[in-house]
Structure formats: C-alpha cells, structure tokens
C-alpha cells in the first residue's frame, strides 16, 4: 500500500518560512519523481517544484530564489523549504510520486497559511 504523508504546514506571517516534509512507503523511492503542488481556494491545482529521480529540480516561476526542494533517498522524505512566505503562497500543498500514467500517487495534503 502506497502512502505519502505530510507534514509542517502551519500558520505563519509574511516573510516567514516552512519546512515541508512528504514521507513515503509503499514504493522504490529513489526510482520516482517527487513533486510539491499546491492549489488555493478556488484556483486549480499547480506544480510548485520538482526534483526527479536523477536529482534534478524545478520551480514555478513565482517561488524561484524562495523555495528549495530536496530529496533524501535513505529516509523516503521529500522536502520544501520555503522562505520569505508571501500571502500568495497560502494553500493546501499536496506531495506527489510519480513514475508512469499508472504509478502516480498523492499525499492528503497540508495546510499553509501566510498572514499577519
């Protein structure tokens, strides 16, 4: 059974920072990519960042420079730090593994919310 677990959102005012974390069992880890989404009330649903199994990453234009995404491969967790939090950055993020259409699974998600 395949489970991804979140954890670290909370509440926190502007220009303050998180740590994310997604831990998982259930798959062969290191063969997946790892992948934070978030999506806010009344918005779809989008990709924050990626690190692949190779260890490469990505960003979505608007968290570059802000947040950072880390895997550790011998403890199955995936990481988002995120720094300098804006307003904009309040969601419920999501932790997503991928390795095929078919082997795609989805944390419960965790709730960030950046206000004064």
């Known amino acids: 059974q395949v489970q991804l677990v979140e954890s670290g959102g909370d509440l926190v005012q502007p220009g303050g920072s998180l740590r994310l974390s997604c831990a998982a069992s259930?798959?062969?880890?290191?063969?997946?990519?790892m992948g934070w989404y978030r999506q806010a009330p009344g918005k779809q649903r989008e990709l924050v960042a990626l690190?692949?199994?190779?260890?490469?990453?990505s960003y979505v234009d608007s968290v570059k420079g802000r947040f950072t995404i880390s895997r550790d491969n011998t403890k199955n967790t995936v990481y988002l730090q995120m720094n300098s939090l804006k307003p904009e950055d309040t969601a419920v993020y999501y932790c997503?593994?991928?390795?095929?259409?078919?082997?795609?699974?989805w944390g419960q998600g965790t709730q960030v919310t950046v206000s004064s």
């Open positions: 690190v692949n199994s190779g260890g490469s990453t």
């Open positions: 997503n593994a991928k390795f095929s259409w078919s082997r795609n699974y």
């Open positions: 259930g798959i062969i880890f290191s063969a997946y990519d």
